[in-house]
């Protein structure tokens, strides 16, 4: 050690790689949690899409083979899920009804880039066969 250095200037300048470690550490963490949670939130989006599309299909099904209106049945799922109807079809001879639905992932700052917009929305189309 060299002596004409103080062992208090030698603490400070510990006391500051150490605090200089920490802030970068806690800015990494912050960083990748915040990433951690906007790709969670669009991944969970598309199975959100695709659960609600088919309990929309599963309602126009019931709701045609019922005599109802499956085009209503299906917009009824769909708003409560959070999403929105793009398109029912029913096809009587093939005994199917297809629903198309379009959800919007929730996110903190990736909706606002205009490069990862189109990650955020997601359609989903699921077709199901009346029952017998």
Same mark, same amino acid.
Do not use: C
């Given at each position: 050690?060299?002596?004409?250095?103080?062992? %208090?200037?030698? #603490?400070?300048?510990?006391?500051?790689?150490?605090?200089?470690? /920490?802030?970068? =550490? /806690?800015? !990494?963490? !912050?960083?990748?949690?915040? =990433?951690?949670?906007?790709?969670?939130?669009? /991944?969970?989006?598309?199975?959100?899409?695709?659960?609600?599309? %088919?309990?929309?299909?599963?309602? *126009? $099904?019931?709701? &045609? @083979? %019922?005599?109802?209106?499956?085009?209503? &049945? &299906? /917009?009824? +799922? +769909?708003?409560?899920?959070?999403? @929105?109807?793009? %398109? $029912? *079809? $029913?096809?009587?001879?093939?005994?199917? &009804?297809? $629903?198309?639905?379009?959800?919007?992932?929730?996110?903190?700052?990736?909706?606002?880039?205009?490069?990862?917009?189109?990650?955020? +929305?997601?359609? *989903?189309?699921?077709?199901? @066969?009346?029952? #017998?």
């Amino acid at each position: 050690m060299d002596p004409s250095i103080s062992h %208090s200037t030698h #603490l400070r300048q510990d006391t500051g790689q150490i605090a200089g470690w /920490l802030i970068k =550490l /806690l800015l !990494f963490i !912050f960083i990748g949690g915040a =990433l951690l949670i906007e790709t969670a939130g669009v /991944l969970l989006n598309r199975g959100g899409a695709i659960e609600t599309a %088919s309990e929309a299909a599963e309602a *126009a $099904v019931f709701a &045609a @083979k %019922s005599g109802g209106d499956p085009d209503e &049945a &299906a /917009l009824t +799922v +769909v708003k409560d899920k959070g999403g @929105k109807l793009i %398109s $029912v *079809a $029913v096809d009587p001879n093939a005994r199917t &009804a297809t $629903v198309t639905v379009r959800k919007r992932a929730k996110t903190l700052f990736i909706h606002k880039i205009a490069y990862f917009k189109k990650f955020t +929305v997601f359609e *989903a189309t699921e077709t199901r @066969k009346f029952p #017998l």
